[in-house]
């Protein structure tokens, strides 16, 4: 099993991260807690260490599950959660201010059923708090033990400088991680994100990296989404014509060209089309761990896969250059060494 610095830090985590979002019934594709607990089982047994959820995830079930599943294996766990997103209808029940950040994680903790965690993310900017008011009490949680290292997601790169710099003027500690949305359908962060990271001392712990499934082949022009799927799902909730749309959006003459290119090289090397686009995000330079979100033990299983797949020179090569983003481009992140 293979482990990495987290950033700067001294926190060594797995390359694959379990994506808690799903388990929990007020999911869009729930996850039952006994599921729930065989994936992790599943998880932790093969080596790996990580494992991302939220306070918003499943309404806090998902905190939940996680924290009853690891009871006795807490210190070979690192846990990472995050705050920001509403936890109530009052003005300061959402958001990064000291008030809010201070409920939630006194209410993460408790639904974990833990005295820390090792890894507190702030979920995206609040343009409505000042970064220095932020940054401060995250630090504040640090020294009061409750929390080891602090991360962010969905921040842009002046957004990562900014933080860093706030909380060097204040003595304070900085992020040593983010999360953003990266896949072969999904490299927009290449240009600036990635490295403002690598600048800053970030690791990255990228999600998403099939697409929102549209990597996995499952999806076709012109034949509707299977039920079970993410967009058959919005088409229960939301009506055939938002699925049409949303299909249609995602089905571009490129990503139809890099879901083909995939498919192809997953059946050349007899794996699947999710354990190719692992793969492939895990040869880029800046990026540290995959955050995969299984629904089942099977889909848990090809992500395996994805960690234990080295791809082809020639492969990765091709993948790259037909899935390359168009426009300008800044900075060049390519393979990690």
Request: glycine letters at 10%; proline letters at 4%.
């Amino acid at each position: 099993m293979d482990y990495e610095n987290l950033g700067k830090s001294g926190l060594k985590v797995s390359r694959l991260c379990l994506g808690a979002m799903n388990f929990g019934t007020s999911s869009d594709a729930p996850t039952s807690e006994a599921d729930a607990k065989r994936i992790i089982d599943m998880f932790l047994d093969q080596g790996n260490n990580f494992i991302d959820t939220a306070n918003v995830y499943t309404s806090g079930q998902s905190e939940e599950i996680v924290g009853r599943a690891i009871a006795g294996k807490r210190d070979s766990v690192v846990v990472a959660t995050k705050g920001r997103g509403p936890q109530g209808r009052g003005p300061n029940d959402s958001g990064l201010s000291r008030v809010h950040l201070t409920r939630a994680l006194e209410a993460s903790l408790k639904r974990l059923k833990l005295d820390y965690v090792d890894l507190y993310q702030v979920h995206a900017p609040d343009p409505d708090t000042p970064i220095e008011e932020t940054m401060e009490t995250l630090s504040g949680f640090v020294r009061a033990g409750k929390v080891r290292y602090i991360g962010c997601s969905n921040f842009t790169g002046s957004q990562i400088v900014e933080a860093q710099w706030a909380a060097a003027r204040q003595n304070g500690l900085p992020f040593i991680s983010l999360q953003p949305r990266y896949s072969l359908v999904s490299r927009e962060i290449e240009a600036d994100v990635l490295p403002a990271c690598q600048r800053q001392g970030l690791g990255t712990l990228v999600y998403s990296p099939l697409g929102g499934g549209l990597l996995s082949g499952k999806y076709k022009k012109d034949a509707a989404p299977g039920a079970e799927t993410r967009f058959g799902r919005a088409a229960q909730r939301w009506g055939e014509s938002a699925a049409a749309a949303m299909i249609a959006d995602a089905m571009s003459a490129k990503n139809l060209a890099i879901v083909e290119a995939v498919t192809k090289a997953a059946a050349e090397l007899s794996t699947s089309n999710a354990a190719v686009a692992i793969a492939w995000c895990l040869t880029r330079r800046g990026v540290t761990s995959v955050i995969a979100g299984p629904r089942t033990a099977e889909q848990m299983k090809a992500y395996f896969d994805g960690t234990e797949l080295k791809l082809p020179e020639e492969v990765v090569k091709h993948l790259s250059d037909v899935s390359r983003p168009t426009g300008p481009r800044v900075g060049g992140f390519g393979r990690r060494r």
